[in-house]
């Protein structure tokens, strides 16, 4: 038997840059020792070995829940692993037997060695289940209002200096995540954020546990300006994600359409649910990598005659089908029509695509989305009209702004679409402008330069 007492604050020790042990405190050292493992070696239990290698491939965090024996027992870790500097930090939290309860406070203060000055909780579909009362009358904001909103109604996420945003990973991987800037939206405090995955008795992803800090006076200021996602930052997202989203697409597609036979209707709805949520998680990663993409200073856009008119009836087109489900009829440029510019086919096809599928998704059943085309002088225009309800002046500049929405209650994308479309929009000698009143509908215009 282990004997550990689960109560007791996390283990750490210092692995050099080849993975082998330096020191760890006592009893990661016992367990390390009873799986064969000495100082001045790497590690013996194999599941921690695990984790170092790809933090040492990576030169990235990892922290995962793993399961390792010890002994007769088997036991279930929290475990992190982080460069610093030369060497490698391992920090173990949360230790229990298989079937324990995971214990949301437990677990949480294990693993972070939370003083917390609050605390937080998300379910699956990350909207607020609790919220300490304190925070409330400590930050002017009711803790009871916010019960069941959307997590980004409460905190506007920011990144942490380099262009991370630790919060993001967490919620692609469901793993636990800290260091994650984020301001109260109405109070205009910046707090860090932490948090810990739940798991319902299923072992299914439940939502986060976390803890809130007030950021103290000497923190360094978050920069005004983006800076730009890490290096490799969306090559890594790619690698870790594209591919077992695609498996798990494919497949929910598959059992949606009942191909391998007969199923209850419900299982095959789940299922169509399971493949729709695939794609929004493959549309996040597609967006993180085109946000790494137009901030790299080497950015540059291929240049070239294109036909407007054409974009954006192939854009019209791609969307057809979302607006018939929507009920929403699209109403293109006629196929006579040209309107020759410059630009990039392949990005001003997306430009397009997005400001479409955002009228859209945003129209009554009923309505007519319009796209025009205009020539002001030597500028040539794209114009997207919805029947929405509307963007307030005050809100009309923030929507340009990574991973702002207008209303982050309502369903939609990952609040990137617009930011990047402008990006690129400015990077091919145009822009995006948009003109819209509150239940007047939308009016974006995609300007390019004139060819010819």
């Not at 995971?102 to 379910?123: K, M, P, S, V």
């Not at 009871?144 to 990973?169: C, H, I, N, S, Y």
């Not at 793993?175 to 739940?198: D, I, K, M, W």
């Not at 299923?202 to 983006?226: I, K, Q």
């Amino acid at each position: 038997m282990s004997g550990f007492d689960r109560h007791q604050p996390p283990a750490s020790a210092m692995l050099d840059a080849d993975g082998r042990l330096r020191h760890a405190e006592p009893r990661l050292a016992g367990l390390n020792a009873r799986a064969g493992g000495e100082p001045g070696a790497p590690l013996a239990v194999p599941a921690m070995a695990e984790l170092v290698r790809i933090c040492r491939r990576l030169q990235i965090d990892v922290a995962r829940k793993i399961t390792v024996a010890d002994g007769e027992d088997d036991l279930t870790l929290w475990v992190q692993v982080e460069p610093e500097g030369d060497a490698l930090r391992l920090t173990v939290g949360a230790w229990r037997m298989p079937g324990e309860d995971d214990g949301d406070d437990a677990g949480t203060a294990e693993l972070f060695a939370l003083d917390a000055d609050w605390r937080w909780e998300a379910d699956s579909g990350l909207h607020l289940t609790y919220v300490s009362p304190a925070a409330g009358s400590r930050f002017g904001f009711d803790a009871a209002d916010v019960l069941g909103r959307p997590l980004t109604w409460l905190f506007q996420l920011k990144d942490d200096g380099e262009g991370g945003f630790p919060m993001l990973g967490a919620m692609a991987s469901h793993q636990p995540f800290e260091g994650q800037y984020a301001t109260l939206r109405g109070a205009g405090r910046t707090v860090l954020l932490s948090g810990v995955p739940r798991t319902d008795a299923g072992g299914r992803f439940a939502g986060f546990a976390g803890a809130a800090h007030a950021a103290e006076p000497d923190v360094p200021a978050l920069p005004a300006e983006p800076q730009g996602l890490p290096d490799a930052f969306g090559r890594r997202l790619r690698d870790a994600l594209r591919h077992p989203l695609d498996r798990i697409v494919a497949h929910a597609d598959s059992i949606s359409a009942q191909a391998d036979g007969e199923l209850p209707q419900d299982y095959a709805d789940y299922a169509g649910d399971i493949a729709s949520a695939g794609r929004h998680l493959m549309g996040l990663v597609n967006d993180l990598e085109d946000v790494q993409a137009v901030e790299n200073p080497d950015f540059a856009i291929a240049v070239e005659a294109l036909d407007l008119a054409d974009v954006t009836r192939r854009a019209a087109g791609l969307l057809a089908v979302r607006a018939e489900r929507a009920g929403v009829t699209i109403d293109r440029p006629g196929a006579q029509e040209t309107l020759p510019a410059r630009g990039e086919f392949r990005r001003a096809l997306q430009i397009l695509v997005n400001l479409i599928g955002n009228a859209v998704r945003y129209s009554p059943p009923g309505a007519t989305v319009w796209v025009r085309l205009e020539r002001e002088g030597q500028i040539a225009c794209a114009i997207v009209a919805d029947q929405g309800k509307g963007i307030a002046p005050e809100d009309q500049a923030r929507i340009f702004e990574k991973f702002e929405r207008v209303d982050p209650t309502e369903q939609g994308g990952s609040g990137l679409g617009l930011y990047i479309a402008r990006r690129l929009a400015r990077a091919m000698g145009g822009d995006i402008v948009v003109d819209s009143a509150v239940g007047q509908g939308a009016r974006f215009v995609l300007t390019l330069p004139l060819e010819g």
